[in-house]
C-alpha cells in the first residue's frame, strides 16, 4: 500500500509563534539557493580561520560590498567574527563543486586554535589588500576589509559589510566576450538549501529583460 500524503503545513504562519530552530528551518528552506561565503581570517594569535556561510550576498558594486550575516555560537561569537573584528579584514572564497567536501569539513564546530585551512586540506595564499589568508584552490576571491558592522535587531546575528579591495580570478574562468561576466560554467557554484543539502549548478536560461515602452 502506498503512504498517505503529508499533511499540507499550516499556513498563514505567525513565525513569533514558532521556535528559533523552527524559524531557521523555514527560512533557510524557502530562501533558497542561497551563496556561499567561504570566509577566511586571521585570529589575533596568528591561527588562520576558514567558515562557510550561507547568509551571504552582493550589496553593492559601487562602493564595491558583499555582507555575510554571522550567529553566535553558545552565546559567544563566531570565531569569524572575532577575527574580523579584531584586524578588519577577510577573504570571501567561492566554492566550486570540487571543493564541496573541503568547505563542508570547514564548517567544523572546532577550538579557536584549530586551523580550518590543514582541516579542510586546503591552501592558504596571503590576500594581497588585506591581512587575511585567502584560499588558493577557489576559483575566485574577494578580499575585503570592514566596511560597517550592522546589529540585526539585538538578535544573535550581525551583519558584516566587506569593502572589496582586490578580486582574484582562477586562470580557468572564463569570461564573456566583451564583459566581466564570468562564465557560470566555468565557476561552477555551489547553492546552499535547506538542512545538509546543497545545489549544484545543472541547467541555465537567458531570459533578457523586457524592453522599456
Same mark, same amino acid.
Given at each position: 500500500?502506498?503512504?498517505?500524503?503529508?499533511?499540507?503545513?499550516?499556513?498563514?504562519?505567525?513565525?513569533?509563534?514558532?521556535?528559533?530552530?523552527?524559524?531557521?528551518?523555514?527560512?533557510?528552506?524557502?530562501?533558497?539557493?542561497?551563496?556561499?561565503?567561504?570566509?577566511?581570517?586571521?585570529?589575533?594569535?596568528?591561527?588562520?580561520?576558514?567558515?562557510?556561510?550561507?547568509?551571504?550576498?552582493?550589496?553593492?558594486?559601487?562602493?564595491?560590498?558583499?555582507?555575510?550575516?554571522?550567529?553566535?555560537?553558545?552565546?559567544?561569537?563566531?570565531?569569524?567574527?572575532?577575527?574580523?573584528?579584531?584586524?578588519?579584514?577577510?577573504?570571501?572564497?567561492?566554492?566550486?563543486?570540487?571543493?564541496?567536501?573541503?568547505?563542508?569539513?570547514?564548517?567544523?564546530?572546532?577550538?579557536?586554535? %584549530? $586551523?580550518?585551512?590543514? @582541516?579542510?586540506? #586546503?591552501?592558504?595564499?596571503? *590576500?594581497?589588500?588585506? /591581512?587575511?589568508? !585567502?584560499?588558493?584552490?577557489?576559483?575566485?576571491?574577494?578580499?575585503?576589509?570592514?566596511?560597517?558592522?550592522?546589529?540585526?535587531?539585538?538578535?544573535?546575528?550581525?551583519?558584516?559589510?566587506?569593502?572589496?579591495?582586490?578580486?582574484?580570478?582562477?586562470?580557468?574562468?572564463?569570461?564573456?566576450?566583451?564583459?566581466?561576466? %564570468? $562564465?557560470?560554467?566555468? @565557476?561552477?557554484? #555551489?547553492?546552499?538549501?535547506? *538542512?545538509?543539502?546543497? /545545489?549544484?549548478? !545543472?541547467?541555465?536560461?537567458?531570459?533578457?529583460?523586457?524592453?522599456?515602452?
Amino acid at each position: 500500500m502506498k503512504s498517505p500524503p503529508p499533511p499540507p503545513p499550516p499556513s498563514p504562519l505567525d513565525p513569533q509563534g514558532l521556535s528559533d530552530r523552527e524559524r531557521y528551518q523555514l527560512l533557510t528552506s524557502l530562501v533558497v539557493p542561497r551563496p556561499i561565503g567561504w570566509i577566511s581570517t586571521r585570529s589575533p594569535e596568528g591561527t588562520p580561520n576558514l567558515a562557510p556561510f550561507s547568509y551571504f550576498a552582493a550589496l553593492s558594486s559601487t562602493p564595491f560590498l558583499v555582507g555575510a550575516s554571522i550567529g553566535a555560537r553558545r552565546g559567544q561569537p563566531k570565531d569569524t567574527l572575532r577575527n574580523i573584528r579584531a584586524s578588519g579584514a577577510f577573504c570571501v572564497n567561492i566554492c566550486s563543486e570540487d571543493l564541496l567536501e573541503a568547505m563542508n569539513a570547514s564548517s567544523a564546530e572546532v577550538a579557536a586554535e %584549530v $586551523d580550518e585551512f590543514a @582541516l579542510a586540506g #586546503v591552501t592558504p595564499v596571503e *590576500g594581497e589588500a588585506v /591581512a587575511a589568508p !585567502r584560499v588558493a584552490e577557489a576559483p575566485a576571491c574577494l578580499e575585503c576589509t570592514l566596511f560597517r558592522e550592522v546589529p540585526l535587531g539585538g538578535g544573535a546575528n550581525v551583519l558584516v559589510i566587506g569593502e572589496v579591495r582586490r578580486v582574484h580570478l582562477s586562470p580557468r574562468l572564463v569570461l564573456l566576450p566583451g564583459s566581466f561576466l %564570468v $562564465d557560470p560554467w566555468s @565557476l561552477k557554484p #555551489v547553492a546552499r538549501l535547506g *538542512g545538509d543539502r546543497y /545545489a549544484l549548478l !545543472r541547467e541555465i536560461r537567458d531570459l533578457p529583460r523586457p524592453g522599456v515602452g
